[in-house]
Structures are given as structure tokens and as C-alpha cells.
């Protein structure tokens, strides 16, 4: 596992030269107003998101990378059971890449992801959280009917909302 830290910065390009400068390493994956790195030492997923007009170096949301999806349901029981209110288990599309997550909000409201990446996935639509199921809570992924599109028309609202079903602390990532 490793931390993850994502920033909002106003200029990607400074950003990716400051940040590779003093990690010593490139960026991992460079899209249009978002980067990412997976830095080995310290163990460290960085990514930074272009956002105008954000306060620069604001955090836009924390994180932790797990190795499986088992981790992931596994987090989402001892947050649960802690006492935690989550989003649940959701197999998403976000920030260029195909994810099992959940998500908490801190009591300073710093949004925390527990995740892992299944996949790359490089659609440009990718920077927006798109929820293609919930899962239940032995971890089964289970269709999700407001977020499984039954036409076209629903197909473009679920993509033009990005708020699937119920509202949730998840933005993008």
C-alpha cells in the first residue's frame, strides 16, 4: 500500500517539472489537466489536477493505494464497523483509469479514498468519476440501476451528471 496525495496546482506543465525534479522520477501517466506519479521511495502516489482558479497547492483529496480490491472491501468493513459512514464499494472510472473504491470524509472535510487501479483506461471523459456498479457488502459486484444506463439517453445522463445515484463525497481522482 501507499499514500496518496492529490493537489490542485495552476499550471500542470510547472508542476510536472517541479515535482519530477524533486522526486527524481517522471510522471507515471501525463494527461490533459492531470498527472500522476507512483514514486517507490518514499512510497508515494502524487497526482496533481489543473484546476483554475483553486487556491495552488490546495489538497484535492487524499488517498490510500491498496494492492487488491479485497483490500478495498476490507477497509470499507473496518471503516464501517468503526463507525465511519462511506460511500460504499464501487467499481468506477475516474482520473484516466478503472478503480474499485470507497470513500470518507475526515471531520476537517478532507475527502479520503481507499482504491485500487484495475486498469488504465485513456478516455478523455475518464477524468470524471464514473460509477459502473455498487457492490454489496461481501464485496459481489452488484448492477447499480440508476447507474446502469437502459438507453442511450440514460447512457449520456449518467456520463453528463457524474453524480450516478445519491450524492457522495466523490470527485474525481
Not at 522526486?23 to 492531470?34: D, L, Q
Not at 480490491?69 to 475516474?94: F, H, K, N, P, Q
Not at 478516455?123 to 447499480?144: K, P, T, Y
Not at 450516478?164 to 481522482?173: E, I, V, Y
Request: glycine letters at 6%; one cysteine or more; a negative charge.
Amino acid at each position: 500500500m501507499r499514500v496518496q496525495l492529490a493537489l490542485n496546482v495552476p499550471n500542470l506543465n510547472d508542476a510536472i517539472d517541479f515535482y519530477s525534479k524533486m522526486f527524481g522520477a517522471a510522471p507515471y501517466k501525463v494527461k490533459p489537466g492531470y498527472a500522476n506519479w507512483s514514486i517507490d521511495e518514499p512510497p508515494l502516489k502524487l497526482v496533481v489536477f489543473e484546476k483554475e482558479g483553486a487556491q495552488a497547492g490546495s489538497i484535492n483529496h487524499l488517498g490510500v493505494e491498496t494492492e487488491s480490491a479485497d483490500d478495498v472491501v476490507a477497509a470499507e468493513a473496518r471503516l464501517s464497523a468503526a463507525g465511519l459512514e462511506t460511500t460504499g464499494i464501487d467499481d468506477t472510472i475516474c482520473c484516466f483509469a478503472e478503480k474499485v473504491e470507497t470513500w470518507v470524509h475526515a471531520p476537517e472535510g478532507n475527502r479520503w479514498e481507499w482504491y485500487v487501479k484495475q486498469a488504465d483506461h485513456d478516455d478523455d471523459s475518464a477524468m470524471e468519476n464514473v460509477i459502473l456498479r455498487h457492490r454489496d457488502g461481501a464485496g459481489a459486484a452488484e448492477a447499480n440501476s440508476c447507474c446502469a444506463p437502459t438507453s442511450e439517453a440514460d447512457e449520456v445522463a449518467v456520463e453528463a451528471t457524474n453524480a450516478c445515484c445519491a450524492p457522495s463525497p466523490k470527485q474525481c481522482c
